[in-house]
């Protein structure tokens, strides 16, 4: 999978409730998809926390992507990666979370983003 | 030749991006190159508003863009979902959401993602400029 060549990879670099940043991410990589551009997107850093299971941010009246997440078979985009170095560092298993990801190492991560056509980072 | 497309997504003032596109563009199109559009995205929209006042020994950043749109018949893309989030609506959505103004600066449009995408798909590279 990691072999793929995409047309966009949208990189997912922020945690869970700090502004909109992570839903405009997902907006355009599910507008890529709908596009039928090839599509990835990559949860590195802070951005793995996206990935924990139950949350509800609806208690602080803020709006997750994690539903969103959950649907994202929906828009044929099932190629979702995650930093296993990140996981590692923040006692994570990709197993534990909300969605398949397939956990890359960095040199995995680095040829991912090195076959792909055009990124955005968020 | 290479044909750009540019994707600011930092705010004015409070980011260097929309400055640093402009130069980008400024110096892409002298140099031959083709810009085939620029969208504003995230915190990048409030370059769009016709309202901002910055002093005079400023650069007015959307007069800026506006006069380097029109000289180079540049297409500025606001993305509609991030303006309206964020106040920036042209005459149409102000109808539709019943707001008693407008504030979309002239030669910006209102666009979906999809034109982004759509856009990225043609061009040789897109640019992000977010600080």
Redesign the interface.
């Known amino acids: 999978m990691t072999k793929a060549h995409y ?2 990879l949208v990189v997912m670099t922020q945690p869970p409730l700090i502004g ?2 992570s839903k ?1 991410a997902l ?2 990589a599910l ?2 998809a ?2 039928d ?1 090839k599509t990835a997107l990559a949860f590195v850093g802070e951005g793995v926390l996206q990935l924990l299971p139950d949350q509800q941010p609806d208690r602080v009246d803020s709006k997750g992507i994690q539903a969103m997440l959950k649907a994202l078979p929906l828009y044929d985009l099932d190629a979702v990666f995650v930093q296993q170095t990140s996981l590692e560092s923040r006692k994570l298993k990709a197993d534990e979370l909300l969605l398949e990801a397939e956990p890359l190492s960095d040199t995995a991560l680095a040829d991912l983003i090195a076959s792909s056509n ?1 990124h ?2 968020f | 030749m290479a044909r750009f497309v540019l ?1 600011i997504c930092g705010a004015p003032y409070a980011s260097g991006a929309p400055l640093s596109a402009l130069r980008f563009a400024r110096a892409a199109l002298a140099d031959g190159h083709q810009i085939d559009k620029v969208f504003f ?2 915190e990048g929209v409030q370059l769009a508003t016709r309202l901002a006042c910055p002093p005079q020994d400023e650069i007015h950043l959307t007069q800026a863009w506006q006069q380097l749109a029109q000289e180079h018949q540049l297409e500025l893309l606001v993305c509609v ?2 303006a309206l ?1 964020r106040g920036l609506v042209d005459p149409k959505e102000a109808l539709r959401h019943g707001l008693d103004t407008n504030n979309l600066a002239e030669g910006f449009t209102l666009a ?3 034109e ?3 856009a ?2 043609q061009a040789d590279r ?1 640019l ?1 400029f ?1 600080s």
């Open positions: 047309d966009l909109a940043q405009e907006d355009t507008v890529s709908t596009f551009r055009n955005l980072v | 994707n995205y995230q979902a991030a989030k979906g993602l999809g982004l995408i759509a990225m798909a897109t992000t977010t």
